[in-house]
């Protein structure tokens, strides 16, 4: 268990762990801890806005740290996932060669474009978050997104026989993995709702919808899922959760 703990962080993030062998027996709950990434993501999430809070720091800096922090967590990997995906996406090509352009260690202009746009608009939306409060209910939703990441991982069909995620579903012992995610989405919604019932439940239902759209797009234009298709994945539901939280606010202020 301690071993896949650690693999999961050396794989899915840049926190400094101790260093375990490369073999499969050790990854056999990995994709199981992976949502602990994410709350480490909220952990720190909340003490910046704690010291932004203290120290009267504005939303513009503010924003852009949180937008900052799962890249600096994370090293970006999944953002180059979704740089891969959106290249193979803008290609209208089959399947097959799709799959091949994600291959591509290069970024085409598509990529750019959207990944710019991508974080104007985070940045824009944490703009808008200014209490501890709402900022949990966010932090909350980075164990939850990567819950279902690892959840999809472990039910959903891969497009591809090998790669870095099938390393880690092959070896997995796949009824705890399952069960081990179902407890951190259990956990992580009863959360989001004890802390803003309104945020919280808008949250989940676009959780819900992102991950029935992830499977319907991975399916239609892949044949099944990928690494770099969960890191896409994964980007969209942050953005979404994000907005959702936003906007639930912003209205049920208005009908207060």
């Known amino acids: 268990m301690l071993k896949s703990l650690l693999s999961a962080f050396l794989m899915y993030s840049r926190i400094p762990v101790f260093k375990v062998e490369w073999k499969e027996e050790n990854r056999r709950y990995s994709l199981g801890f992976f949502p602990l990434v994410g709350a480490v993501i909220g952990a720190i999430l909340i003490a910046w806005r704690l010291i932004c809070s203290k120290l009267g720091i504005g939303q513009l800096l503010f924003s852009a740290g949180a937008v900052f922090i799962p890249v600096l967590v994370t090293g970006g990997i999944h953002l180059d996932g979704y740089c891969d995906?959106?290249?193979?996406?803008a290609s209208y090509a089959d399947k097959e060669k799709r799959i091949k352009i994600m291959s591509d260690p290069h970024i085409g202009s598509f990529a750019v474009i959207r990944l710019i746009?991508?974080?104007i608009v985070q940045t824009a939306l944490f703009s808008q978050i200014d209490t501890l409060r709402t900022t949990a209910v966010i932090s909350c939703g980075y164990l939850l997104s990567r819950s279902f990441s690892g959840l999809s991982a472990i039910t959903m069909?891969?497009?591809?026989?090998e790669g870095t995620l099938q390393s880690f579903v092959r070896p997995s012992d796949k009824k705890v993995v399952i069960a081990m995610n179902l407890l951190f989405i259990l956990t992580s919604s009863v959360l989001c709702v004890l802390i803003n019932a309104v945020q919280g439940i808008s949250g989940l239902i676009f959780a819900i919808?992102?991950?029935?759209?992830?499977?319907?797009?991975?399916?239609?234009?892949f044949g099944g899922i990928t690494g770099d298709l969960c890191g896409w994945f994964l980007q969209k539901y942050e953005i979404l959760f994000l907005a959702a939280v936003v906007?639930?606010?912003?209205?049920t202020e208005l009908w207060l």
Do not use: C, G, M
């Open 85 to 89: 995906v959106n290249d193979a996406l």
């Open 117 to 119: 746009l991508h974080l």
């Open 157 to 161: 069909k891969s497009a591809k026989s």
């Open 209 to 221: 919808a992102t991950v029935i759209y992830f499977r319907y797009s991975a399916y239609r234009n």
């Open 247 to 251: 906007f639930s606010e912003r209205i």
